[in-house]
């Protein structure tokens, strides 16, 4: 049931994204995202300080009280997040109003009853109906994220599996895990299809699903379906505002996955949204314009045709643009975009428009994804996003250029036909039960032309076959979903740039040693420790630190390693300098034939750890967009490329670590190319 206060915290999440408008233009000028919040009065403060101690010391006797109930143990985080939202909100102040005193005091009187009754070899929430929040602990860094799920009344075990949709939210500067949590006890949302789960993400606070919260999307997603029975053929991703270019970005990268797609207003691409929208002039750098190619919903619009969508946008709304330029983008593949239109409407649903967005999206659920599509369209810049349905890139001619596969399943003939465009290395994957042909007979492929025989399939029905050009030709590899390179080339989840390390688990490590120079070392502990700050900030974590003597081979093998220092400083810098493309020493920064000095530069880096490759070693980086492109969402895309030498003679401002003498990308074996990949 909707509250008043549900109501209000609705309406602050879906403000427009232009807050102060011009005034978020100005570099030297940032306001902090998040505000400062309100004072506490000190009884309260003191209650709450009470209340947070008090769960952790349940929260710390559970594992002796559960130990052998290891099922029971797992559900921690489904109590740790009520811990976790109360501390931060007090620690760092982040209560923005009064009303969200009672509502921290509320959520920890929640977390004691969760408490209590997993003691007693309970946990009632996860067969509950309704509205219930839930928790997962999240791969990347160790932190517990929330999310909240509307169940349906007629769940119950052994039912058969439930269309399930994904609600991305809007725009919230104060979006703390207070207000996310209370929100979602309280408020089903916009939609509340019938008989269908509604997953509600919080995306680690004022993040429009991408870099980690794109990774917290599928590890909620598969905590979810833990508990409750999930169709896989009957998922919607829809959202509105900031959460419409949650969905936008969802809908064109991961198409084959839906059911159907519902944007919602948001933004669809970074360039011409943020000269209409925020009256911003843009100067990117030549490699941070090619990195809007990463998440940009218009340069893969030729994926639509892989799933059925619907946008809307209210008439008067400026972010009526994102839908806008996607029709305009689909035109040009082919494609008419269905787009409702609520007519003399600004930022919201009108509710004759909704409702035919209801009858429209419920139709398409009800049908349902077709798994195994005869004919895939795919375009992709990057192996960050490499699938589509039965086809499967393994490597690339040029990463940021556009690659691009139309296939097609030809039954009757026995026969794939794929053409390809910037393509290396392919696999087509059937899982089981999906392969299309007669088991008896040998199939083919026609790849580019090229007429090549496919390998039997498993009597389970599933099947793979692999392929990799060699100069023109094309020649069959052992089969593998992933291609296992034996040499260093770019790989699916090893491809750069810098941020991509921060989409799976990952390690800072301290220097303990002299640094080559004291001003660089001054730099490195200065970007450090704003690194762990933004971290918990922006996305809602407490980083994983390490010195460099406390790694252990355990780490190394399960974190992507953040080494902070030079070769003098870190120890495991000094291990792996020599195989790093980038020399640098006390006389010297080397890249190729270029040469900068040591004591005013200063290299950042991302490279396959000579230590594990199937890891990332970044150097002296943490994500790479700053203060100023948290004032919008569309500006949150990567700063740097795979590599940089960044100038620290030149301050340090809210757009970037330094001055930045050079940048660029490695080539598809990792190498430095001439140009750095312009």
Same mark, same amino acid.
């Given at each position: 049931?909707?509250?008043?206060?549900?109501?209000?915290?609705?309406?602050?999440?879906?403000?427009?994204?232009?807050?102060?408008?011009?005034?978020?233009?100005?570099?030297?000028?940032?306001?902090?995202?998040?505000?400062?919040?309100?004072?506490?009065? @000190?009884?309260?403060?003191?209650?709450?300080?009470?209340?947070?101690?008090?769960?952790?010391?349940?929260?710390?006797?559970?594992?002796?009280?559960?130990?052998?109930?290891?099922?029971?143990?797992?559900?921690?985080?489904?109590? *740790?997040?009520?811990?976790?939202?109360?501390?931060?909100?007090?620690?760092?102040?982040?209560?923005?109003?009064?009303?969200?005193?009672?509502?921290?005091?509320?959520?920890?009187?929640?977390?004691?009853?969760?408490?209590?009754?997993?003691?007693?070899?309970?946990?009632?929430?996860?067969?509950?109906?309704?509205?219930?929040?839930?928790?997962?602990?999240?791969?990347?860094?160790?932190?517990?994220?929330?999310?909240?799920?509307?169940?349906?009344?007629?769940?119950?075990?052994?039912?058969?599996?439930?269309?399930?949709?994904?609600?991305?939210?809007?725009?919230?500067?104060?979006?703390?895990?207070?207000?996310?949590?209370?929100?979602?006890?309280?408020?089903?949302?916009?939609?509340?299809?019938?008989?269908?789960?509604?997953?509600?993400?919080?995306?680690?606070?004022?993040?429009?699903?991408?870099?980690?919260?794109?990774?917290?999307?599928? @590890?909620?997603?598969?905590?979810?379906?833990?508990?409750?029975?999930?169709?896989?053929?009957?998922?919607?991703?829809?959202?509105?505002?900031?959460?419409?270019?949650?969905?936008?970005?969802?809908?064109?990268?991961?198409?084959?996955?839906?059911?159907?797609?519902?944007?919602?207003?948001?933004?669809? *691409?970074?360039?011409?949204?943020?000269?209409?929208?925020?009256?911003?002039?843009?100067?990117?750098?030549?490699?941070?314009?090619?990195?809007?190619?990463?998440?940009?919903?218009?340069?893969?619009?030729?994926?639509?045709?892989?799933?059925?969508?619907?946008?809307?946008?209210?008439?008067?709304?400026?972010?009526?643009?994102?839908?806008?330029?996607?029709?305009?983008?689909?035109?040009?593949?082919?494609?008419?975009?269905?787009?409702?239109?609520?007519?003399?409407?600004?930022?919201?649903?009108?509710?004759?428009?909704?409702? @035919?967005?209801?009858?429209?999206?419920?139709?398409?659920?009800?049908?349902?994804?077709?798994?195994?599509?005869?004919?895939?369209?795919?375009?992709?810049?990057?192996?960050?996003?490499?699938?589509?349905?039965?086809?499967?890139?393994?490597?690339?001619?040029?990463?940021?250029?556009?690659?691009?596969?139309?296939?097609?399943?030809?039954?009757?003939?026995? @026969?794939?036909?794929?053409?390809?465009?910037?393509?290396?290395?392919?696999?087509?994957?059937?899982?089981?039960?999906?392969?299309?042909?007669?088991?008896?007979?040998?199939?083919?492929?026609?790849?580019?032309?090229?007429?090549?025989?496919?390998?039997?399939?498993?009597?389970?029905?599933?099947?793979?076959?692999?392929?990799?050009?060699?100069?023109?030709?094309?020649?069959?590899?052992?089969?593998?979903?992933?291609?296992?390179?034996?040499?260093?080339?770019?790989?699916?989840?090893?491809?750069?740039?810098?941020?991509?390390?921060?989409?799976?688990?990952?390690?800072?490590?301290?220097?303990?040693?002299?640094?080559?120079?004291?001003?660089?070392?001054?730099?490195?502990?200065?970007?450090?420790?704003?690194?762990?700050?933004?971290?918990?900030?922006?996305?809602?974590?407490?980083?994983?630190?390490?010195?460099?003597?406390?790694?252990?081979?355990?780490?190394?093998?399960?974190?992507?390693?953040?080494?902070?220092?030079?070769?003098?400083?870190?120890?495991?810098?000094?291990?792996?300098?020599?195989?790093?493309?980038?020399?640098?020493?006390?006389?010297?920064?080397?890249?190729?034939?270029?040469?900068?000095?040591?004591?005013?530069?200063?290299?950042?880096?991302?490279?396959?750890?000579?230590?594990?490759?199937?890891?990332?070693?970044?150097?002296?980086?943490?994500?790479?967009?700053?203060?100023?492109?948290?004032?919008?969402?569309?500006?949150?895309?990567?700063?740097?490329?795979?590599?940089?030498?960044?100038?620290?003679?030149?301050?340090?401002?809210?757009?970037?670590?330094?001055?930045?003498?050079?940048?660029?990308?490695?080539?598809?074996?990792?190498?430095?190319?001439?140009?750095?990949?312009?």
């Amino acid at each position: 049931m909707k509250t008043r206060f549900a109501a209000v915290l609705l309406a602050a999440m879906l403000l427009p994204a232009w807050a102060d408008g011009p005034k978020d233009n100005i570099p030297e000028s940032v306001r902090p995202i998040p505000p400062p919040g309100i004072a506490v009065p @000190e009884k309260d403060a003191a209650e709450l300080r009470d209340g947070i101690a008090d769960l952790q010391k349940q929260l710390a006797a559970l594992p002796a009280a559960l130990k052998a109930k290891p099922h029971l143990l797992e559900l921690t985080p489904d109590i *740790e997040i009520f811990h976790k939202a109360v501390r931060y909100a007090l620690d760092y102040n982040e209560f923005f109003k009064p009303s969200e005193i009672v509502s921290a005091k509320a959520l920890l009187q929640e977390g004691a009853a969760r408490a209590a009754a997993l003691r007693a070899g309970n946990a009632p929430w996860t067969n509950a109906t309704g509205l219930v929040a839930r928790g997962f602990r999240s791969r990347i860094d160790g932190s517990v994220q929330p999310y909240g799920v509307v169940i349906p009344t007629n769940v119950c075990p052994g039912c058969a599996p439930f269309r399930t949709d994904f609600w991305f939210h809007g725009r919230g500067e104060v979006l703390s895990e207070v207000n996310f949590l209370t929100d979602r006890m309280k408020n089903p949302g916009q939609f509340t299809p019938p008989g269908a789960i509604v997953l509600h993400l919080y995306n680690r606070y004022c993040n429009p699903a991408r870099f980690a919260g794109e990774t917290d999307v599928f @590890e909620a997603f598969e905590h979810l379906q833990k508990s409750w029975p999930v169709d896989p053929d009957r998922v919607v991703v829809r959202g509105f505002s900031m959460g419409g270019a949650s969905t936008w970005g969802f809908t064109t990268h991961h198409a084959w996955r839906w059911a159907a797609a519902q944007p919602g207003a948001g933004f669809s *691409e970074t360039a011409e949204f943020l000269k209409v929208f925020q009256d911003e002039t843009l100067k990117p750098a030549w490699w941070e314009q090619k990195l809007w190619r990463l998440y940009d919903a218009t340069g893969h619009a030729l994926n639509l045709f892989n799933v059925p969508t619907v946008a809307y946008s209210g008439e008067d709304d400026r972010q009526k643009q994102a839908a806008d330029i996607m029709e305009k983008y689909c035109a040009k593949e082919g494609l008419k975009l269905t787009h409702i239109v609520g007519p003399k409407t600004g930022h919201k649903f009108e509710p004759g428009a909704k409702a @035919e967005v209801e009858r429209r999206i419920d139709a398409l659920a009800a049908k349902g994804r077709n798994p195994v599509p005869k004919q895939v369209k795919f375009t992709t810049f990057t192996l960050r996003y490499n699938r589509m349905f039965w086809v499967v890139l393994d490597g690339l001619e040029q990463h940021w250029e556009r690659a691009r596969v139309d296939a097609e399943i030809a039954a009757d003939a026995g @026969e794939i036909r794929a053409q390809t465009k910037g393509v290396t290395a392919i696999t087509f994957h059937f899982e089981p039960g999906q392969y299309p042909f007669d088991l008896t007979r040998r199939a083919r492929v026609m790849l580019d032309g090229e007429k090549l025989e496919l390998p039997a399939a498993q009597t389970d029905r599933s099947f793979n076959a692999s392929f990799r050009k060699e100069g023109r030709s094309w020649k069959a590899v052992d089969s593998s979903f992933v291609i296992r390179h034996s040499s260093l080339s770019k790989r699916p989840g090893l491809q750069g740039p810098i941020d991509d390390a921060f989409m799976d688990s990952f390690l800072f490590v301290t220097p303990t040693g002299t640094p080559v120079n004291a001003k660089v070392g001054a730099w490195v502990t200065s970007e450090q420790q704003r690194a762990v700050k933004e971290w918990r900030r922006q996305f809602r974590g407490d980083a994983r630190v390490k010195t460099d003597r406390e790694v252990t081979d355990a780490d190394i093998a399960a974190h992507n390693l953040v080494l902070w220092g030079d070769p003098d400083s870190n120890l495991l810098l000094k291990r792996i300098s020599d195989r790093l493309p980038i020399a640098w020493d006390g006389s010297q920064v080397r890249v190729g034939k270029a040469s900068y000095s040591p004591a005013s530069h200063v290299p950042v880096l991302v490279y396959p750890n000579p230590l594990n490759p199937n890891r990332y070693v970044v150097v002296n980086s943490s994500f790479t967009y700053r203060e100023y492109d948290y004032l919008n969402n569309a500006r949150q895309t990567p700063k740097l490329p795979d590599w940089a030498i960044v100038d620290i003679s030149k301050p340090v401002t809210s757009r970037a670590p330094g001055g930045i003498a050079n940048a660029g990308f490695f080539g598809e074996r990792w190498e430095l190319t001439p140009g750095g990949g312009r």
